[in-house]
């Protein structure tokens, strides 16, 4: 059997490492000349472990990863909700940790099967002759997409968001995100003295140079409360990372036939409030995987897939209402709230968000 995949990014990486590992010939096709990926981090959350941990890459992303206690605070530095990466573990078996992507590319890249092709620099338009399989995953804005469902908008959600990784440790502090009036910043520690930060605020895309980013991000945030000035401050202009933050809709059937199946953004893209992009990557990458090559196999995938995704999309859309609250009244409930809700209810409802189980994968006996 041979899996042809769309796309080099965390999704298309984790479908061809975990086919490969079933015996499949796999070819996979990367617009970029390389497989890398941009100077972020990202947060994994037990779900997204657990489905790498099913690709035989649980140690190497714990060992290259670092757990956290996060929360929501005020930009005076109240917190307003805790969560103990502890009690992640206690339920989920695993906490949620947070990598650089570079070092999450690398692992995915050095996982694998040495027998994979792939051609990097090649950019492809059309759906691809050869493969009993094509897997679909060329993010947001996939060209494959737009020829099997053309019904699929990209929907701008309003806000844009800047991230960095800087030479400063906050290893021991407590990481986690802080809410104002329609502007947000986010820190998390990445190992190796290094730190994570993201900010959101309204849009439109700036495309001004960004020396004149971080001034504006200086001064939006200069009264908020410590690391965040000394993060920004951290920063050199051409580290300084800047995005629309948009979504689909809707989110299209997964799967076309029993040969071409939707994986990762290019199927269900979402605004990252809820941190699940990846993960839901990573969840459709280990499915399709355990489905893929039975008859039928792609319809279970789509049907195990899609209403999940779809779900994740819509929650974090819903969530970015709120976190992304403007209006004094708006944001000044949103806090109280926040702040009332009890840990246990704070808790479930993350243990929620993150809740899901891998199936055992098929791996191949190599002669
Ligand atoms: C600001 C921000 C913060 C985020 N934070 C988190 C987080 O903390 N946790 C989390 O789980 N998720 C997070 N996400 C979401 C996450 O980054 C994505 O969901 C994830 O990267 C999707 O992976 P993918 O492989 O599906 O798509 P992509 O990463 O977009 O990869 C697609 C690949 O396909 C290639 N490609 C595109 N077109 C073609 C073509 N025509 N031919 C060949 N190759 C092509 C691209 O070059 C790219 O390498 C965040 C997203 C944003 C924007």
Not at 30 to 43: D, M, N, S, V, Y
Not at 345 to 352: G, Q, R, T, Y
């Amino acid at each position: 059997m041979h899996a042809v995949i769309v796309g080099g990014g965390i999704g298309g990486l984790a479908a061809a490492i975990g086919f490969g590992r079933a015996g499949w010939r796999v070819t996979v096709y990367e617009r970029q000349p390389q497989l890398t990926a941009a100077g972020a981090g990202i947060l994994l959350w037990p779900n997204a472990v657990h489905a790498l941990g099913a690709l035989g890459l649980g140690e190497e992303i714990r060992k290259n990863s670092v757990p956290g206690d996060g929360g929501v605070r005020r930009s005076d530095g109240t917190w307003l909700s805790r969560i103990r990466a502890a009690d992640i573990e206690e339920r989920l078996g695993v906490p949620a940790m947070t990598i650089h992507r570079a070092t999450l590319h690398r692992a995915l890249e050095n996982a694998l099967d040495p027998q994979t092709e792939v051609h990097t620099g090649t950019e492809v338009t059309t759906i691809p002759d050869e493969g009993d399989l094509i897997v679909v995953a060329d993010g947001i804005n996939s060209v494959l997409r737009r020829e099997l469902a053309p019904q699929v908008a990209v929907r701008d959600s309003g806000q844009v968001a800047w991230r960095a990784i800087v030479p400063v440790d906050t290893v021991g502090q407590p990481g986690g995100e802080t809410l104002g009036r329609g502007w947000r910043f986010g820190t998390a520690p990445v190992g190796h003295g290094q730190t994570y930060w993201y900010a959101a605020g309204p849009g439109p895309l700036r495309t001004t140079p960004s020396e004149d980013q971080l001034e504006e991000l200086t001064k939006r945030f200069q009264n908020w409360h410590d690391p965040i000035s000394a993060l920004i401050a951290a920063t050199r202009p051409g580290q300084l990372l800047h995005h629309q933050l948009a979504d689909l809709d809707p989110v299209p059937p997964m799967a076309y036939g029993n040969r071409i199946a939707l994986l990762g953004d290019a199927a269900h893209a979402m605004t990252p409030n809820l941190g699940q992009g990846a993960a839901q990557a990573l969840e459709d990458a280990v499915t399709l995987v355990a489905e893929a090559g039975a008859q039928d196999g792609l319809a279970r995938y789509d049907a195990a897939r899609r209403p999940r995704a779809a779900r994740y999309v819509r929650n974090s859309r819903r969530a970015g209402v709120v976190l992304n609250a403007r209006g004094r009244v708006t944001s000044t409930l949103r806090d109280a709230i926040l702040r009332a809700t009890p840990h246990r209810v704070a808790l479930a409802n993350a243990v929620k968000t993150a809740d899901w189980r891998p199936p055992t994968l098929p791996v191949a006996e190599r002669p």
